[in-house]
């Protein structure tokens, strides 16, 4: 009946958030790791020169 439907609500609620807690904790771990490498390893992650916004885009030849 309904008690059944509020139990499996319930349940279903503290799985889901869990799943979810522990996920993003997941995620967190691999973040500071691959940060942290990048900070060890800045030769491997040079930035590059930023570039213009013309120097991006193709010369436009209007078709007629």
Request: hydrophobic share 35%; glycine share 6%.
């Given at each position: 009946?309904?008690?059944?439907?509020?139990?499996?609500?319930?349940?279903?609620?503290?799985v889901?958030?869990?799943?979810?807690?522990?996920?993003?904790?997941?995620?967190?771990?691999?973040?500071?790791?691959?940060?942290?490498?990048?900070?060890?390893?800045?030769?491997?992650?040079?930035?590059?020169?930023?570039?213009?916004?013309?120097?991006?885009?193709?010369?436009?030849?209007?078709?007629?």
């Open positions: 009946g309904v008690h059944r439907q509020i139990l499996f609500t319930t349940v279903g609620w503290f889901g958030y869990y799943l979810t807690k522990r996920a993003e904790y997941i995620h967190a771990k691999l973040d500071r790791e691959l940060f942290e490498y990048v900070k060890q390893h800045p030769e491997d992650f040079k930035t590059k020169e930023k570039k213009r916004i013309g120097e991006l885009l193709e010369d436009f030849y209007p078709v007629r």
